[in-house]
């Protein structure tokens, strides 16, 4: 993973969660909090509300998103930037100051005076923007967008989010934003909620993620909360984005997303990484849970579509467990023969001993690792007791789950059933 380096703030796996705290300049932004036009009000507001609380970037908003609002041209924001201006020279607090523009000369003109670093909503449909961004070493946000200034974030197929993410390019220094909010008609909450479960699949970039989730619908409607009563919704999907591998939060309420960002952050997966010396092999283990995240790191490296092991390394990536009852003779002798050598020699089947309820079955070692279970005498004999109190675990990657299925078909149709439904699942 790529960690940025934004105005001397680590962004990235090899840093803490970072919050980035909203200061909007524009009279018609919905939220009323974090929607100033005077820069001495607007500098308090942003050293005691969001500096002091604990952000780490404040991000400045020249129009509203409202997709419903005319959208500003380069110049309107333009006369807008002296407010921002003015606010971030009159604050006392430490911060990378981040501006949210969709247009290269608005971004080029804050950078020059006092800037940090860009947000960019459109995600470089201004093919300019890059540029700029590189010209003034810059971290840039990126978010998921069509190929239009007068669209951004409305990409309406959660299968589009992550070819959008890498139009006109990537900078060094490019955080990726996957986009949530209703910015277009068609977009849904269920395309949102869907998003925000696909969350690690965006890490296949191998950049810093940003999430901005803060009060939005496709939360609140999940609980039946207003804006006014949405923050603990907000709050538990942060913990999780950052869970997920999300590495800034842009929020209205610092204080609170900071504390359930650290949450996140301190039990998320402990990956490992080791960099070595300049002779060792660098290791960096990838969090990896569907069979698609690991088809975008492989493309991140090339490796992908090169050939047909390739995309086989993908199916071989995960591992699941799936809990089977109702087992019979038949059932048990097949999935034993499947997964002892052969082409599922990669699954694992371990048999339950139904006089022991309630306690996990206990997989027996067999030649080449695989799985296999012994009855309670310890034969590898079917346990006894009625088929609907035998259970089992098989486990195994989604190739070696294919495999067994390929072993056992015709052995019945229960089982056949079950085995298929898995095969569907696990891909």
């Known amino acids: 993973m790529r960690n940025v380096d934004a105005a001397g703030l680590g962004i990235g796996d090899d840093h803490p969660p970072r919050i980035m705290g909203v200061l909007n300049v524009s009279e018609e932004s919905p939220y009323d909090p974090s929607v100033y036009d005077d820069p001495g009000e607007a500098a308090a507001y942003v050293d005691e509300e969001l ?9 400045v908003g020249l129009e509203s998103a409202n997709k419903d609002l005319d959208v500003l041209s380069a110049e309107q924001e333009l006369e807008r930037l002296d407010t921002a201006i003015e606010t971030l020279e009159s604050t006392s607090g430490d911060a990378v100051w ?4 969709r247009y290269h000369e608005v971004a080029d003109e804050a950078l020059s005076r006092g800037f940090d670093m860009v947000n960019d909503i459109c995600g470089f449909a201004d093919p300019e923007m890059p540029r700029v961004c590189r010209e003034h070493d810059a971290a840039v946000s990126k978010m998921a967008s069509p190929p239009d200034l007068e669209r951004p974030g ?67 409607t999940i609980a039946g909360r207003s804006t006014e009563e949405a923050l603990p919704v907000s709050l538990a999907a942060t913990s999780m984005a ?44 990838l969090d990896v849970t569907t069979v698609r995240e690991a088809e ?22 995960v591992v699941r467990t799936y809990e089977l009852s109702g087992l019979d003779d038949a059932a048990v002798g ?29 997989p027996s070692a ?11 005498a310890g034969d590898g004999s079917p346990d006894d007791g009625p088929a609907s109190d035998r259970r089992g ?10 495999a067994v299925r390929e072993a056992v078909s015709g052995v019945s149709d229960p089982l056949d059933a079950a085995i298929d439904e898995i095969a569907r699942d696990v891909n």
């Not at 981040?98 to 523009?101: D, G, L, V």
């Not at 299968?159 to 934003?177: Q, R, V």
């Not at 097949?334 to 996990?360: E, K, Q």
């Not at 675990?393 to 294919?402: D, F, H, Q, R």
Request: aromatic share 4%; proline share 4%; glycine share 12%.
């Open 334 to 362: 097949a999935l034993r023969a499947a997964t002892v050598g052969g082409d599922a020699s990669g699954a694992a089947f371990a048999l339950g001993d139904p006089n022991r309820a309630g306690t996990p079955p206990t």
């Open 98 to 101: 981040s501006i949210e523009t």
């Open 242 to 285: 950052v869970e997920r591998g999300a590495h800034v939060i842009r929020t209205h309420d610092v204080a609170e997303t900071r504390d359930a960002a650290l949450v996140g952050a301190e039990f998320a997966r402990d990956r490992h990484r080791s960099a070595g010396d300049a002779d060792a092999v660098a290791v960096e283990e």
């Open 154 to 220: 409305a990409i309406e197929d959660v299968g589009d989010i992550y070819e959008a993410l890498s139009m006109n390019g990537l900078t060094d220094k490019t955080i990726l934003d996957p986009a949530f909010g209703g910015w277009s008609e068609a977009k849904t909450h269920e395309d949102d909620r869907e998003t925000f479960h696909r969350l690690r699949e965006f890490r296949g970039y191998g950049r810093p993620l940003l999430v901005s989730i803060n009060r939005k619908s496709f939360l609140k």
């Open 296 to 317: 975008r790191h492989l493309d991140r490296i090339g490796a992908a579509g090169a050939r047909q092991g390739d995309r086989d390394v993908a199916r071989n990536a």
């Open 366 to 376: 067999t030649d080449g690792g695989t799985g296999g279970s012994a009855g309670p």
């Open 51 to 59: 500096i002091g609380e604990g952000a780490d970037i404040v991000d």
């Open 393 to 402: 675990l098989l486990i195994g990657t989604p190739a070696a789950i294919e």
